[in-house]
């Protein structure tokens, strides 16, 4: 991955943040595509090519962390994962780790989010 544009997915139930982070990842850096459910996000990932998922922990139907666990087996460790999620407590922590996923948390900071994108997706080597 080079330096862009990035084509990230993000998977959120709540209407409210996908407008939210249309205008965080607007202006032609990152291309986004939004989903409302974890269903949808796996099919959207397996019918095109992302560079990164985000994925809102608690939808109704499959989680976030269903998704990503789906991605892992399809993609593997190194697909890069962003949960976004309130939660903080230990057992939650455990199992991004172990799922190898970043975390986003909320509230999310919409202004520092594409800086942060750019520097873990550039980060990563093909």
């Given at each position: 991955m080079s330096g862009g544009p990035w084509r990230v997915l993000f998977a959120d139930d709540d209407p409210t943040a996908g407008l939210l982070m249309k205008a965080a990842l607007g202006g032609g850096e990152f291309i986004l595509t939004v989903v409302d459910n974890g269903s949808d996000a796996?099919?959207?990932?397996?019918?095109s090519a992302f560079d990164i998922?985000?994925?809102d922990v608690e939808m109704p139907g499959l989680s976030g962390l269903e998704v990503c666990s789906g991605i892992r087996r399809t993609f593997g460790?190194?697909?890069?994962v962003m949960l976004v999620t309130g939660r903080t407590d230990p057992a939650f922590v455990e199992q991004a780790r172990h799922l190898s996923a970043?975390?986003?948390?909320?509230?999310?900071?919409?202004?520092?989010?594409?800086g942060r994108l750019r520097a873990l997706l550039g980060g990563l080597t093909q």
């Open positions: 796996l099919a959207r990932l397996q019918a998922a985000l994925l460790d190194d697909f890069p970043e975390h986003l948390a909320k509230p999310v900071d919409w202004r520092a989010l594409p």
